[in-house]
């Protein structure tokens, strides 16, 4: 029995997976999409996007996720459960071994697998992740109550995340290792104007006390006044050391690009572990990677914009680049059936 041959997996269910899923329907690839391990990606967990082109009154993350799946399905593209674990790349079909057990075969794949929260790597953060200690706030900001908490990070994150909390804690204290924020104005501004909102600049998250049974109960911040100060306490410089009492740290430092199962792989990765796509270094970008019939969309490769309308865009590109590809490999097999013939016999 010959085992099936899918044209096109698209790995990842974010908004790129998602964009990618509706183009590559729409052009009749009947698409199978690996939903991954955070199906829906992170605008899941954040709450009103307001800059998604075509939502003047924003719209919920979960929401814009559900209508992209919805018309993705509406074309015909399948969703299944699981993530690629390794991947065979190097010759056709690419070969993928699904965390589910199963493995798929693929004439073309589209990698848009995103990226996952960043930790500080404080003393404790194993222990506490999950019972006090979180990397988003909408999830499970409404455990902290009349708690104080702290938000470790400067950009847009940090600012959404301590917006979120403010609805719910005492007071939130944004932990920031210089003294200006990555953050855009607007964002920054609605975070400095809010009442419950304060900031520790120069500062730096070295351990979370707490237990699974209590939850946080402290942290021990250290400070210098030229920033940076975690280095400096490494270094045995000068420092100030402080402990806090808070009910809740959250984490908002940024993500790492989801692409362990590619290290084995002829695709590139950057020394952060990006994907590269051809969009790096040729004058007209595409999202193609090194490894042929494999392609880049969203987070997992943009180590720059990392927006969800940017990644819908690249999700497109993506797509549109695997039907030409698949397009100019059926053309070149039909002009000489006999290296194909040959091929499938070596
Ligand atoms: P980000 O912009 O990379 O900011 C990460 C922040 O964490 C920076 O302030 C950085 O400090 C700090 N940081 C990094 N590593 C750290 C460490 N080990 N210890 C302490 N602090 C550390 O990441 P992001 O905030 O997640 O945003 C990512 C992208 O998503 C951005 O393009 C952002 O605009 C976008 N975004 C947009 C929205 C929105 O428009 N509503 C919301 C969320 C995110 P330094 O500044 O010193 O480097």
Redesign the pocket.
């Known amino acids: 029995m010959t085992e099936e041959i899918q044209d096109l997996v698209i790995a990842g269910s974010g908004v790129a997976g998602l964009s990618a899923a509706v183009y590559a329907a729409r052009a009749d690839l009947d698409p199978l999409v690996l939903e991954g391990d955070e199906p829906g990606g992170q605008l899941t967990l954040?709450t009103d996007?307001?800059?998604y082109l075509g939502f003047p009154d924003g719209v919920g993350g979960m929401e814009l996720i559900q209508r992209g799946k919805e018309q993705a399905e509406q074309f015909g593209a399948e969703f299944r459960h699981g993530s690629i674990e390794s991947a065979e790349l190097d010759e056709q079909p690419l070969e993928l071994s699904i965390s589910t057990g199963e493995s798929l075969l693929t004439r073309a794949l589209i990698v848009a697998t995103g990226a996952s929260?960043?930790w500080?790597?404080a003393e404790g953060e194993d222990e506490l992740m999950g019972y006090g200690l979180s990397t988003c706030a909408t999830c499970d900001g409404a455990f902290h109550r009349g708690d104080d908490v702290l938000v470790?990070?400067?950009?847009?994150?940090?600012?959404?995340e301590a917006l979120f909390l403010a609805k719910f804690a005492d007071s939130v204290t944004v932990?920031?290792?210089?003294d200006?924020?990555?953050?855009?104005e607007?964002?920054a501004d609605r975070a400095r104007n809010h009442d419950s909102v304060e900031f520790v600049w120069n500062t730096?998250?070295l351990a979370i006390k707490g237990s699974q049974e209590k939850g946080v109960t402290g942290a021990t911040l250290v400070f210098h006044l030229d920033?940076?100060p975690?280095q400096k306490y490494e270094a045995g410089e000068d420092v100030k050391v402080e402990e806090v009492e808070v009910g809740g740290v959250f984490y908002?430092?940024?993500?790492e690009p989801n692409t362990d199962f590619l290290r084995d792989t002829h695709v590139d990765l950057d020394d952060n572990g990006y994907v590269q796509t051809s969009t790096a270094g040729d004058a007209w970008a595409t999202t193609a990677t090194a490894a042929d019939g494999v392609f880049g969309a969203g987070d997992v490769m943009d180590r720059?914009?990392?927006?969800a309308v940017t990644a819908a865009g690249m999700g497109s590109m993506a797509a549109l680049d695997a039907e030409e590809w698949l397009e100019s490999v059926d053309a070149a097999s039909a002009e000489s059936p006999e290296a194909v013939a040959t091929e499938a016999d070596d």
């Open positions: 954040t996007v307001e800059n929260a960043r500080v790597g470790v990070g400067g950009g847009d994150s940090a600012m959404e932990v920031h290792r210089r200006e924020l990555r953050a855009s607007i964002m730096e998250l920033g940076y975690a908002a430092i940024g993500h720059e914009y990392q927006q």
